[in-house]
Structures are given as C-alpha cells and as structure tokens.
C-alpha cells in the first residue's frame, strides 16, 4: 500500500502543465473515446469487477486529458492483476504524461504488464530494454521488484479472485452462483418512481459462469490477450535524464 500512496501523491501533486501532443497522442488509445451510453453500458457491467471499473475510470480519464486521474484510476486497477492497466502506466512514463518522464520506471511496469507474456506487451517491454543504458537497466530492475512486490499476479490475483467469490454469495438466483433465466434491474424513467414502470437492463451477462470463477475469469482474458490486438503505441528513442513533462 505504501507505494500505492507514493503513485497517488505524486498525481494529485502533478502540475498544470499539459504533456506535448506527440507524446500525449502516444499514450491516448482510441478505445478511451466511447460514448455516454457506451461508458454508462460498461460501467454496468464492469461495476462488480474493480480492475474492470477502475480500467474504464482510467481510459474516460485519458480521453479527457486529466492524466493525474487516470494514473490514479490505472495504479487502482493494476492492484487487481489488471495488466492492460499496468501497461497503461508504463507509456504514461515512457512518453512523460501525468508524469515526470522515467524510462527505468516505464520499463519496470512494462515487465510487469508483459508478466503473463501477452505478445504485445512483450514486444513493447524488449523495445523499451534496447533503449535504456545500463545506468537506466540497473534501476528498472531495482524498481521492477517493487512493483512485483505490490502487483504481481502473485500478490494480485489474490485480490480480485476474494471479490470475485464473495460475489458468488450475493447473485440473485442460485445460491451457487448460477443465473438462469433473464436477470434484469429497473431504473426509474424520469418523472416515474414506480419500479414497474421502469426501463429494464439485462444483467445475466454480467454474472456470466466464467466471470464468477477466478481461474476461467483469467483464462478468458488470457485468450483474448494473447490471440487478439492491444494499442501499445510507440516506443521511442529515450534519453538517460528526460526532462519533466508531467501535466
């Protein structure tokens, strides 16, 4: 939690300066840009999962431009075994948006992003080594078993698999965790307060076997992963002491 903390004060302490457009356009994933109902759709069905809320906190955050939230909402989610999150982290310090730009620290979550090797992450985490100078190597691996420490799956995982089960016991329907049916919550139209008269949202998808169950939970994201596409942006050329761009 103590480097948690450290993430945390170093975004609300971050300046009002904005990161240069190049650097910003590198970071910024066209996924981050969605529409109200999109956000609000899957902000209903990730609300249960908090590396799931966290990570769409985050890229909201990002799409907006305040980069001190989304590191604040990327670091919550990393903490949940959320390596898109953690590989989030990294281009923010790579390219020095939100951040004081540190290619060793950039580096160190990029490893930790790539620790299930997801071919993109992998990829990006060799480009960045080939950039740094032994100065730069020595520290991300110092810094890298920090962040292991705090965030690594086997510290992780953990986390989330406790909410995942003690969600187990709070599914409308089976006691086991089974949805049959149509599970569906209502919300009030406005100028409406009758329950019955509301607008329903079907929520089976949400409680969906594989997301109730830890280890299909991750071997899902885990096939998504590895045979699909991330943005992973640019790594560029790094200096041994990059200047301040943080916003």
């Known amino acids: 939690m103590e480097l948690l903390t450290s993430i945390l004060l170093t975004a609300l302490a971050a300046g009002p300066a904005l990161p240069a457009p190049d650097a910003m356009n590198a970071v910024v994933a066209p996924s981050d840009r969605m529409h109200a109902a ?27 431009g305040e980069w001190g939230d989304a590191l604040v909402h990327f670091t919550r989610a990393a903490r949940y075994a959320d390596k898109y999150s953690q590989h989030r982290i990294s281009l923010m310090y790579w390219h020095g948006v939100g951040v004081t ?34 100065a730069q190597r020595a520290r991300a691996l110092r810094e890298g078993e920090a962040l292991y420490a705090e965030y690594g799956d086997e510290v992780a995982k953990p986390r989330l698999a406790a909410v995942i ?25 406005p100028g409406e307060i009758s329950p019955m008269a509301a607008s329903g949202a079907d929520m089976a998808d949400v409680y969906a076997s594989w997301r ?11 096939a998504i992963w590895k045979d699909g596409s ?16 943080g916003d």
């Open 165 to 189: 089960l003690r969600q187990n016991s709070q599914v409308t329907g089976s006691r086991t965790g089974n949805v049959s049916g149509k599970l569906q919550t209502h919300s009030p139209r």
């Open 101 to 134: 730009r540190d290619p060793a620290l950039a580096y160190a979550w990029a490893d930790l992003a790539a620790e299930r090797m997801y071919p993109s992450f992998v990829v990006l985490r060799e480009k960045m080594w080939l950039s740094l100078d032994e």
């Open 230 to 245: 991330v943005e992973v942006g640019p790594a560029g050329k790094a200096t041994r002491d990059p200047p301040a761009t």
């Open 212 to 222: 109730m169950n830890p280890e299909r939970y991750w071997a899902v994201e885990d």
């Open 38 to 64: 999109d956000l609000d759709e899957r902000t209903r069905k990730a609300n249960s999962f908090p590396n799931e809320l966290s990570r769409l906190y985050g890229s909201e955050s990002a799409a907006k």
